[in-house]
């Protein structure tokens, strides 16, 4: 069993900054294929971004140029770099593996972006 603990999150103007990360327990995370998702009230949890075992990435479209995700495995855990943030990129951001697995949400941390 994994336990994902999101942290970094918080309230940023338009056009500013946040560095998310995820902190895995258990020895398997080297081996997950792992990625940031975010969901808003009343719609289904997205997928923001993913990162291979050995690094290689993925954003959704809207992601792209701006976020940066990245993974320290001696650390056991996942960063998301997001900047030119925006009003809309306001929810909360989670960490699972991809395609995620039940028994991993974590609480998630809340990112609002707002003038």
């Known amino acids: 069993q994994v336990q994902l603990v999101e942290s970094g999150g918080g309230l940023v103007q338009p056009g500013g900054s946040l560095r998310l990360s995820c902190a895995a327990s258990?020895?398997?995370?080297?081996?997950?294929?792992m990625a940031w998702y975010r969901q808003v009230p009343g719609r289904e949890r997205d997928l923001v971004a993913a990162i291979t075992q050995g690094g290689s990435t993925y954003y959704a479209g809207a992601m792209k140029g701006r976020f940066t995700i990245s993974r320290d495995n001696a650390e056991n855990t996942v960063y998301l770099q997001m900047n030119s943030l925006q009003p809309e990129d306001t929810a909360v951001y989670y960490c699972?593996?991809?395609?995620?697995?039940?028994?991993?949400w974590g609480q998630g941390t809340q990112v609002t972006v707002s003038a």
């Open positions: 699972n593996a991809q395609p995620p697995r039940l028994g991993y």
């Open positions: 258990g020895s398997i995370f080297k081996s997950l294929r």
